[in-house]
């Protein structure tokens, strides 16, 4: 499975970007669950948002929450993230992760719970 990040840049506090991520291989199948994690340097990645493809579920990090949306198009099996509201505290590398297991679920938070990770893209919040 490759995973295919976009979408990321410079915007001014408030304003609104939105994020692409999209998968692909044989071996990508309509029942995993992906979510957005981001990454300042020198910290831990931090859950962002999540959503399981095939039932629509999500989850999102009380930071993110009501600013986020998370949101999937099957049919190109791409998963978007619109950032609204942006602060500068949520400059950081987006990256997203594709979890296979059925605990992703459960665990969807946590890093560990992903199998497959794409390349980051940066987003940048000036003040």
């Known amino acids: 499975v490759q995973l295919q990040a976009s979408g990321g840049g410079m915007v001014q506090t408030g304003g609104s970007l939105r994020l692409s991520c999209s998968a692909s291989?044989?071996?990508?199948?309509?029942?995993?669950?992906l979510s957005w994690f981001r990454r300042t340097p020198g910290a831990e990645r931090e859950f962002v948002a999540y959503?399981?493809?095939?039932?629509?579920?999500?989850r999102y990090s009380d930071s993110v929450k009501g600013r986020f949306t998370i949101s999937r198009d099957n049919s190109k099996n791409t998963v978007f993230l619109q950032m609204n509201g942006l602060k500068p505290e949520d400059t950081a590398i987006y990256s997203c992760?594709?979890?296979?297991?059925?605990?992703?679920?459960?665990?969807?938070?946590?890093?560990?719970?992903?199998?497959?990770w794409g390349q980051g893209t940066q987003v940048t919040v000036s003040s």
């Open positions: 992760g594709a979890g296979a297991r059925s605990d992703t679920f459960v665990y969807y938070n946590q890093p560990a719970a992903y199998d497959y």
């Open positions: 959503i399981k493809l095939s039932t629509d579920r999500t």
């Open positions: 291989g044989p071996s990508f199948k309509s029942s995993y669950a």
